[in-house]
C-alpha cells in the first residue's frame, strides 16, 4: 500500500497563507485549509492532520484559545502557532499549552518546510520508541500465550497468519474463554501497535447512549449535550476498535457499523457531516448469532462483513493440559502483585483443578488463583470448587460437563473418607489413566497419534505415561 502524503491543516484567516505554502510545497505534503478558529477545531476532527499550522490572530477565537480547545482532544496532533505579532507572551502561552514551534511572519517557505520536518522528526522518534516499548510488552504477553494444547495452537497460529492484515476478525467463544486477550494481542501484533486499542462493551451500555458513545454527537443534538464530543470510533483512529459483546448491539445500530466497516465513515449524532476514520475493527460474542439473525436479531450482512476471519476460542474444558500452565502463571502473577509466596500447587490439589468443568473458564481459574495467594492456603479450592457446583470433567468426553456427587460413607468410616480434595484426586487420575490406556492401545502404542485422540501435547502424554507407570504390556 502506498504511504499518504503527510497532510497539514492550516488554521489562518489569510487564504494567500495556505496558498503559498500548497504553491511551494505541495509535492511533499498535503495541504487543508480552515479561515477561523470554529472551522478549524472541526477539521481537526473530520480531516485528521497530521500536524497544524496555527495563525494566532484570527478574527473571534484566537489561536491560543483554539489551542486550548485543541488540547482537550485525546489525540490532537503536533501544533505550530504561526504569527505576524512576535510578542513574548504568545511565544511563552504557546509553549505553555504544548505547542511544538513558534513562527514568525513572514516567512520563507524553505524555512516553514525546516521548521514542519523538526516537528514531525521528533513525533516520529516519539513513536518509534513507543513502539518499541509496545513491542517489548507484545513479546512478553505473547510468549506467555499458554497454548501447550492443541486447541490453542490452532488459535495462535490464526493470529500470526491475520494479525499484520486488514481484516475483520470476529472471536466467538464462552464467557472466560480470554476473547479481550486475543484482540489485544492482534492489535499488538500489526503494524496498527503504537496507535489506539479502543474496546466498547456493547451490552454494558444502555441502548440509547451506545450510539453516542460509539459515533459521538453534536452540540444540542440531546438534551444535555453542552458542547460537540467525539465518538469512540474517532479516537480510535488508524488504530483498532475492539466491539466486546457485539451481539448485543442493537438492530437499529448495526446498519450504521456496517456502514464503517464498508466505507469508513459515519456520522455523528445530530450532525450531517461525514466523518472518515481509518480504523480495523474486531468483533467477540458469546452468543449464537446465526439463530439471532433468525430471529431478526442480528443483520445478515453485518455478519457476513464481521466474519470475514473467525476465532473460535476453546473452552478450558478442552484444553485441560493448559491448565497446569495457568494455575503456575496466575500464582507467579499474583505472588508479584501481593508479595508473597506459596508453596507450590501440589499435585493433588493440581488433579481437582484439572478435573473441574470450570463454567467461567480462564476467568473463573485466574480469580481462584488470586484467592489462593491472598490467603496463601491452596486448600480453600475444595471449598471453592464444591461452592461452584463441584462440576467434573466427564472421562468419556472433553466436552461434556457431569455434576460428580461423594458416594456414601459407611458410618464407622474415619472422617478422612469425606475428604473432598482426595475423593476427586484419586477419581480423576483413576478415569484419566485408564483412558489414556486405552487410547494407547487402540493406537498400538503410536504416542503421537494417541496425543492427538487425546487433545493434549505430545510432552504431556509423556509426562502422563511416566506418571501413571504405563506399558506396553496388556
Not at 489561536?63 to 490532537?76: P, T, Y
Not at 460428580?404 to 483413576?430: C, H, M, R
Amino acid at each position: 500500500m502506498a504511504k499518504n502524503k503527510i497532510k497539514i491543516l492550516v488554521i489562518d484567516d489569510d487564504p494567500k497563507v495556505s496558498w503559498i505554502l500548497s504553491e511551494g510545497l505541495s509535492k511533499k505534503f498535503e495541504f487543508v485549509s480552515a479561515r477561523d478558529g470554529i472551522e478549524g477545531i472541526q477539521m481537526v476532527s473530520t480531516e485528521k492532520p497530521d500536524l497544524v499550522l496555527l495563525d494566532i490572530k484570527m478574527p473571534g477565537m484566537n489561536g491560543i484559545e483554539v489551542l486550548e480547545k485543541l488540547n482537550k482532544l485525546e489525540d490532537r496532533p503536533e501544533i505550530i502557532m504561526v504569527s505576524g505579532h512576535g510578542e513574548t507572551q504568545y511565544v511563552v502561552d504557546s509553549v505553555k499549552l504544548g505547542a511544538a514551534e513558534f513562527i514568525n511572519k513572514p516567512f520563507d517557505v524553505n524555512e516553514i518546510e525546516i521548521h514542519i520536518n523538526t516537528v514531525l522528526e521528533k513525533t516520529e522518534l516519539k513513536k518509534e520508541v513507543s513502539e518499541l516499548k509496545t513491542k517489548l510488552e507484545v513479546k512478553h504477553s505473547y510468549d506467555t500465550f499458554i497454548d501447550d494444547s492443541v486447541a490453542m495452537q490452532k488459535v495462535k497460529s490464526v493470529i500470526e497468519q491475520v494479525s499484520d492484515s486488514e481484516l475483520t476478525v470476529l472471536i466467538r467463544g464462552e464467557s472466560g474463554t480470554g476473547k479481550e486477550i486475543v484482540a489485544r494481542l492482534l492489535h499488538n501484533l500489526s503494524s496498527r501497535s503504537g496507535e489506539p486499542f479502543v474496546k466498547v462493551n456493547c451490552a454494558a451500555i444502555p441502548r440509547d447512549l451506545l450510539e453516542a458513545e460509539l459515533f459521538g454527537y453534536e452540540k444540542g443534538a440531546f438534551t444535555g449535550a453542552h458542547k460537540m464530543k467525539q465518538g469512540r470510533f474517532e479516537v480510535a483512529h488508524k488504530g483498532t476498535m475492539f466491539l466486546d459483546e457485539i451481539g448485543d448491539m442493537p438492530l437499529e445500530l448495526q446498519s450504521k457499523l456496517l456502514q464503517v466497516l464498508e466505507q469508513q465513515e459515519f456520522v455523528r449524532v445530530g450532525g450531517v457531516q461525514n466523518i472518515h476514520v481509518d480504523v480495523r475493527i474486531i468483533g467477540a460474542t458469546n452468543k449464537n448469532l446465526e439463530q439471532a439473525i433468525v430471529n431478526k436479531e442480528f443483520r445478515d450482512d453485518l455478519f457476513y462483513r464481521l466474519n470475514e476471519i473467525t476465532l473460535l476460542l476453546p473452552s478450558l474444558r478442552v484444553r485441560k493440559e493448559d491448565i497446569p500452565l495457568l494455575v503456575n502463571h496466575f500464582v507467579k502473577k499474583y505472588e508479584e502483585s501481593y508479595k508473597k509466596e506459596i508453596v507450590p500447587i501440589s499435585q493433588e490439589v493440581m488433579n481437582q483443578l484439572v478435573s473441574y468443568g470450570w463454567p467461567g473458564n480462564v476467568r473463573q481459574l485466574e480469580n481462584m488463583m488470586k484467592q489462593v495467594v491472598v490467603r496463601e492456603d491452596e486448600t480453600i479450592i475444595a471449598d471453592l470448587l464444591a461452592s461452584s457446583g463441584n462440576q467434573v470433567l466427564s472421562s468419556n468426553s472433553s466436552n461434556t460437563v457431569s455434576t460428580f456427587s461423594i458416594p456414601q460413607v459407611a458410618d464407622n468410616s474415619q472422617p478422612d473418607s469425606y475428604s473432598l480434595k482426595t475423593i476427586i484426586g484419586e477419581k480423576i487420575a483413576f478415569e484419566e489413566k485408564k483412558l489414556i490406556s486405552e487410547v494407547l492401545h487402540k493406537t498400538n502404542w503410536n504416542r503421537r497419534k494417541a496425543a492427538e485422540l487425546l487433545e493434549i501435547s505430545y510432552r504431556s502424554l509423556l509426562y502422563k505415561i511416566k506418571d501413571y507407570s504405563l506399558n506396553s504390556t496388556k
